[in-house]
C-alpha cells in the first residue's frame, strides 16, 4: 500500500459533464438516455462525440462499446474497460479512465451509466426492459443467489438493513443518526431543481415513514429512477484548452473486497480490513492529504446507514463515531463541517448507481452547485462501500 | 417435520440449485445433518464452498458435521417490497447466525416473534424439506424442539 507513489496523480482531469432529466418514469430505453447523456457531456466539453477513444463503464450496463460504435459512428474506440458489482464501481470507472489516460492508451474517455429502473419502467422480463432484477429471477438459483434468496433474503436493502443492525447493536447507532443523513441530503434536493425529492424533509418525517426492512425505513433508501450520466476525462494539458473549468483527478485507489450479496464472508470481515477502508488509507497515503484537507464529500448514499459507515471508512471520524458525527446538520451544505452528497444524492436527486454524484463532485470544483461550498478546491468522491470499490480525490 | 414445511413452503419460491461446489451441502441437509467445509490441515470451517483454505492455503477439506448450535448475530425485519413469492410472509425476520464453529449462515428463525429476536441470542438449526432434493437448514430459539 505504502510507497507506491501517486501514479496517475494530476495527469487525467474531467472535462465534461451531461445528463438526461432524472424522473420516476421516462418511458425511455436505457440506450437511448445512454446517449442523450453522452452527447450532453461531449457538448459540455466543447468536444464531438467523434473524439471519444475510450470507454469505461459499468459491466452491467446495458449499452456497449458495439452499441456506442453503432450510434456515435466513431473510427475507432482503443482502450475498454468495466467495473464490476455496481454501485462498487462508480467511481473506479474514473479511475481506470484516468488509468488510461495517464498511458497514453486513449486521449478522450467516456464515463457513463444507464438505468430505467423506476418502478412504471417494469416493462417485462428482457433485461434491456428496465426494472428490478429480483423480479426477474428464476425457479432454481445456483451461485451466490442460492443462499441467500431462498430464505426470503432476496434484495439489497434487506442485506443492508442486517449490516445497519449490526452497527447498532456494535456502536449504539440510532434511526435519530439515519433521520439526520436523510435530512441533510433533502436539504441539498430542495434547492437542486433535477431532483427527484424536493419536499421538506423532518426527522420526524423520516420516523413517520414506514419500514421496509427494520431497522430501514423509506427514507433511508436511495429513489428508485430512470435517468443517464456521463462524464468526459482527458489529460490535464489538453484540458487547460477546453471550456470548462478542470476536475482534476488528484489521486484514486482501487481495492477488492466483500460484497452485500455474500453476507457470510462479508460478516466475517472486519470493516477496518475491507474495501473502503483500505481504498481511504491508499488516498491518503498516496496524496499526502489528509480527511480535514476536503471540502466536500461525495460517498455512495444507497442507504442512510452507510453514508454513516463511509465516514468512519474514509477516516473523518473513528470507528464507531459516524452517528454521533451527522448530527446538528454535519453535513449540511450551509454550515455543516462536512457538506456531503450536496446534489441530494441517491437518497432524494436520482438512483444513477452513484454517478449523479460525480456529476455533483464536479461542479463543486466549477463552482456551479446548487449547494456550492465557499473556495471548494479539494473533494474527495467513493464508490459503494459494501462492495469492491475505488474512490478519488478531485482538486481544481 | 410436516408442521414445518407448511411454515416455509409456499408454491413458487426460489428453490437452491444445487452445484458442484455446493451438492455436500444439500445431501448432508437431506439426511438432517448441517454439514460445512472445513480445512484438513488447520482445521478452520469455512462457508461458502470454496476450493481453498483462505487461512493457510491448503487445498484439502472434509465436509465435516457442525453441532447446529449458534447465536444471532444480526437481523432484519422484512416489511417489503420482496420477492413476489415471499409478500404474502411480511413482516418475516431474516437472521444471520453465527455458528460455534465461526461461520455466518443466514435464515429464518422459526416461531419467534419480530420483537422477541435480539443479539446473541441462542439457537439451533431445524431441518426443513421443501422438495424431492432441497432441504432448508432454519433456526429455532435454543432449548425449544
Known sequence: MTGSGNTIGDRAAIVGIGQTPFSRSLGRSEFDMAIEAIFAACDDAGLSPRAIDGVVRYDMETTDEENLLAALGNPEIRYQASTSWGGGGSVSVLVHAAVAIATRMADTVLVFRSRARGKSSVFGKDQLLGGRYWERLGERLPGLNQWHVPHGLVSAFQEMAMITRRHMIDYGTTEDHFAEVAVALRSHAQRNPHAVMRQPMTIADHHASRYVAEPLRVFDCNIETDGACALIVTSTERARDLRQRPAIIHGGALAAGSHHIRLSTLLARHRDEDSAARVGRQLWATTGLAPRDIDAFFCYDFFTSFVIMALEDYGFCARGEGGPFVTGGALRADGGRLPTNTNGGQLSEAFIHGLNNNLEAVRQIRGTSTSQVADCELVLVAGANTDPTGAVILRR | ?145
Open chain 2, 1 to 145: 417435520m410436516a408442521d414445518l414445511r407448511a411454515q416455509v413452503m409456499t408454491r413458487g419460491r426460489p428453490l437452491p440449485q444445487i452445484t458442484l461446489d455446493s451438492r455436500e451441502f444439500y445431501e448432508a441437509a437431506r439426511r438432517g445433518e448441517l454439514r460445512f467445509q472445513r480445512c484438513s490441515d488447520c482445521g478452520t470451517w469455512r462457508h461458502y464452498p470454496r476450493p481453498s483454505c483462505p487461512q493457510c492455503l491448503s487445498r484439502s477439506h472434509r465436509w465435516e458435521l457442525a453441532s447446529g448450535r449458534g447465536r444471532v448475530y444480526t437481523w432484519t425485519i422484512v416489511h417489503g417490497p420482496t420477492l413476489p413469492a415471499f409478500q404474502d410472509e411480511v413482516p418475516y425476520n431474516i437472521v444471520d447466525v453465527l455458528l460455534d464453529e465461526g461461520i455466518h449462515f443466514q435464515s429464518q428463525l422459526l416461531d419467534c416473534p419480530p420483537d422477541e429476536i435480539h443479539a446473541d441470542m441462542p439457537v439451533r438449526a431445524v431441518f426443513v424439506p421443501v422438495s424431492e432434493d432441497i432441504t432448508l437448514v432454519k433456526f429455532r430459539r435454543a432449548g425449544t424442539c
